[in-house]
């Protein structure tokens, strides 16, 4: 536990940023493994939506989100003949 003032706040900080953070980042983490068992438009839509939120409050690093979305993107697309 932390014994100076500033370090109790800080604690007190984290924990408050970490239970709003928390469902974002479960979201975005729920919508990417339904968007790969189930490859379709809709699962794709909603994992990047998600995923995008989860980039835009610094959850993820961009270029990981980036990642996902392109492997996630292959899964929906079909081959070209």
């Known amino acids: 536990m932390p014994i100076i ?3 109790k ?5 984290s924990q408050r940023k970490a239970a709003i953070n ?12 339904k968007a790969r068992q189930n490859p ?3 699962t794709l839509s909603q994992a990047f939506s998600a995923l995008d ?3 835009k409050k ?3 690093h961009k270029n ?9 993107a292959k899964l929906v697309k079909t081959p070209a003949k």
């Open 5 to 7: 003032k500033s370090a």
């Open 9 to 13: 706040k800080a604690l007190r900080q």
């Open 22 to 33: 928390k469902p974002v980042k479960s979201q975005a983490r729920s919508m990417v493994k």
């Open 40 to 42: 379709s438009i809709t």
């Open 53 to 55: 939120k989860a980039v």
């Open 58 to 60: 610094n959850l993820f």
């Open 64 to 72: 990981k989100v980036s990642r996902l979305k392109s492997r996630l």
